[in-house]
């Protein structure tokens, strides 16, 4: 047999994946893979499960139904006061998933460079390559995740097409602020490459941090490309429905992607984000404080047990130092050895970074992710349970 393509067959099975089975395998309590372990909420799912029985469940237009793509632009103006134009400037895909995937088919070109920053989300790394992009790495290190502008700058080439950029961060929690994002935007247009802004945490972010789009910074609006995420936004990982906001001409090359990756997104879905988008602000507040509740929640825990945690200023996650446990080996078999021993999991944020050392600097082996998007009986029984494995 001749070989499949050499590019994805030489990744293994995503950590998540990888972690999750471990956690069935040992019934652990799984703070691993970030999902939330309560649906978001309620009239969501009927209205979804309403247009499901009453509407045709037929392919929708390949851009969206209109009433999410309108959904989208509003909630752009009344969260960033950004002027969008559904019709052409707003697309939605089956997740941010899709949405990066279709970004980057659509923008690279084999032997373009793509600069991300580690700790990186795992599906970026794969899909450069896939797309025949060359990732360069700009490495951000725990406790403080800074970005240097000296580092950056120095990943920027003649080849540079595209810089991938997450905020609120997933792993690291952390919340880009204005004058980083101002910095990363002048160094865009200077070279003039193309910005793929993941937003999926634009609306769970703590203790009075700013979320800002890059996408809003001088000469950021015709370059840059901002995905969103109902899982996230609306708590159901499940749905699969991500949109992505462009100028008008990234838009139709965007488009173009998705119309041959998955062509359209299930209708039912796609009503009900559009319901949710227009939900009044005590919804996304509440989103927020209860998610910051859940981190002071487990921090607390987490310290009880000696972990040294790190502050996160958004997201699902939280980072920890596990030296000060007492253990001497590296994030990956602290992860094994804490779900067969004390029977919660976690994810080695070594699994973040590109083999090897980036500018001199190893990644780190002594950090692990805990997720704590999960009821609090939950997130107590694990604290409870670390709590008695390490003191
Ligand atoms: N980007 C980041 C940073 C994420 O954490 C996730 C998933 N949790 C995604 C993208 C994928 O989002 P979706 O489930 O909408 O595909
Ligand atoms: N984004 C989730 C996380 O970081 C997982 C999504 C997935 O499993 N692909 O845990």
Redesign the pocket.
Known sequence: MKPVNSVLSSFGTTIFEVMSTLAREHGSLNLGQ??PDEDGPAHLKSVAGNAMSDNPNQYPPMPGVPELRQAVAAHNKRFYNLDVNWENQVLIT???????AASMLALIEPGDEVIVMEPV?D?YVPMIMRAGGIPKPVRLLPPEWELSEDVLRAAFSGKTKLLLL?TP??PAGKVYTDQELGMIAALAVEHDCYVVC?E??EHIVFDGHTHNPIMKYPGMAERTLR?G????TFSM?G????YVTAPPALYAALAKAHQFLTFTTPPMLQYAVAEGLHSDDDYFESLRLSMQQKRDRLSTGLAKARFGVLPSQG??FLTTDIRPTGFTGTDVEFCQQITVGAGVTALPMSAFYLPGAVNGQAAPDNFVRFCFCKRDEMLDEASQKLIEYFT
């Open positions: 970030g999902f089956s997740g941010a998933t899709e949405a990066l989300y599906s997450n961060h997933n993941d999926v945490y995905i995420s109902a899982g996230k990982t749905w699969k429905v991500g997201t699902y």
